[in-house]
């Protein structure tokens, strides 16, 4: 068994990444931890690839993506919601950082302060103990994780949103915080949403539920190219083009939710096409 070939390299770096991502999420940087995930699901792109074309594939490598994807797509977005949870919670006192990365350490060592050491600071209240509800995704990640090595079913769609997904959709929160941060007014419009840490909360909670639940979703795994059969796939990539280039950050929770409602049109197409064919 060669332990160290080259989707196992990829795996490894896929693994590498995550850490980075949550080395740079405790030092405040959220705005590039994100990045850190993103480079981190390029190898885990291509060391399946990699895998398949080398006919390399094994369990082995099996176990080592599940390990790789724990950290990156499970640990690093639940540490980074957390920290996005806690600059949320005083989101709109007035700061005196001179860039957002201060900003943010500077919530994240009160908190750090208030929680461990119990020192008196904006942060010494009950709501101290509202971020650590974002753990709740490296908690399902690792379940979904387990189920998805396991159940048979996931071949050519997945049962239950994938993490990487999952992810992808977190990585929107540090993002538009970031770019907004200039203009800073968190307090209106739909920023008072987004940014509200109860709301931010509940979205934690909801979608790890979707990680184990048993939902259909399609997967971008083409067995050919023709349209009959394939509508749904090119019907996601055609209007994600669009929303990239059109709305940049604010396409990623866009495109997240548009693969869950297409999934939920062709699972209604699928058992209107089976229901029939048995009348």
Not at 139 to 162: C, E, H, W, Y
Request: proline share 5%; glycine share 4%.
């Amino acid at each position: 068994m060669r332990m160290f070939n080259i989707p196992n390299l990829f795996t490894a770096a896929n693994l590498m990444c995550g850490v980075l991502s949550i080395i740079l999420t405790f030092a405040g940087r959220i705005d590039l931890a994100p990045f850190a995930i993103f480079l981190g699901g390029i190898f885990d792109f291509f060391d399946g690839f990699l895998a398949r074309k080398l006919k390399l594939s094994g369990e082995m490598g099996k176990q080592l993506d599940s390990l790789a994807d724990m950290v990156t797509f499970g640990l690093a977005p639940g540490f980074l919601m957390m920290v996005v949870i806690i600059v949320s919670i005083y989101i709109d006192v007035p700061y005196e950082a001179t860039n957002f990365a201060s900003h943010v350490h500077f919530e994240l060592q009160n908190w750090i302060n208030a929680i461990f050491y119990n020192v008196p600071n904006q942060m010494d209240a009950p709501i101290k103990w509202l971020p650590l509800f974002a753990l709740v995704i490296p908690f399902f990640s690792m379940f979904r994780l387990a189920k998805f090595n396991i159940d048979t079913r996931q071949s050519d769609s997945f049962i239950g949103v994938p993490t990487p997904l999952n992810t992808i959709f977190f990585t929107f929160f540090p993002l538009i915080m970031w770019i907004e941060f200039d203009t800073w007014r968190y307090d209106e419009g739909i920023f008072a949403y987004l940014f509200n840490s109860y709301f931010l909360v509940g979205l934690c909670v909801f979608m790890s539920l979707l990680l184990v639940s048993e939902l259909k979703l399609f997967s971008l795994k083409f067995k050919h190219f023709k349209w009959k059969g394939n509508e749904i796939r090119f019907s996601f990539l055609l209007i994600s083009m669009i929303l990239i280039p059109t709305l940049l950050v604010w396409s990623i929770p866009l495109i997240v939710f548009l693969q869950l409602i297409l999934s939920l049109v062709d699972n209604l197409l699928f058992k209107n096409k089976q229901h029939e064919i048995q009348s």
